[in-house]
């Protein structure tokens, strides 16, 4: 069974950077799409962000779009979410979460919670000053 793992959550100040990581091991991630999502305190769990297995497509929320950017580094099996001009409101507990398999076109057509089957713990992200 594929397991996630993220990592790279922590405080920061608002306008500052992180940088998260998602991994596995015993299964090579760059076949699995990917999605980030990330649920706040008294808040239902949201995406924010998808990737492809070919790395040819990506989709972002409003909320997140211009500050975060999600890739793939197929040599160390991960996957990125860069988030830079971070707000107090992108406090979260923010999850990765991987599709059964590959699916084809674009990962905004199948941006769906419902529809991926693989999850990490999640890691928190605390942005205040």
């Known amino acids: 069974q594929l397991q996630l793992v993220e990592s790279g959550g922590g405080l920061v100040q608002p306008g500052g950077s992180l940088r998260l990581s998602c991994a596995t091991t015993?299964?090579?991630?760059?076949?699995?799409?990917i999605g980030w999502f990330r649920q706040a305190p008294g808040k239902e769990r949201e995406g924010i962000l998808c990737i492809d297995y070919r790395n040819q497509s990506t989709f972002y929320a409003d909320s997140v779009k211009g500050r975060f950017t999600v890739s793939r580094d197929n040599a160390k099996n991960q996957v990125f979410l860069q988030m830079n001009n971070l707000k107090t409101d992108d406090t979260a507990v923010y999850y990765c979460?991987?599709?059964?398999?590959?699916?084809?076109?674009?990962?905004?057509?199948?941006?769906?919670?419902?529809?991926?089957?693989?999850w990490g713990q999640g890691t928190q992200v605390t942005v205040s000053s």
């Open positions: 015993g299964y090579n991630l760059n076949y699995f799409p």
């Open positions: 979460a991987a599709l059964g398999s590959p699916v084809p076109g674009a990962c905004m057509e199948y941006f769906d919670i419902g529809r991926y089957h693989y």
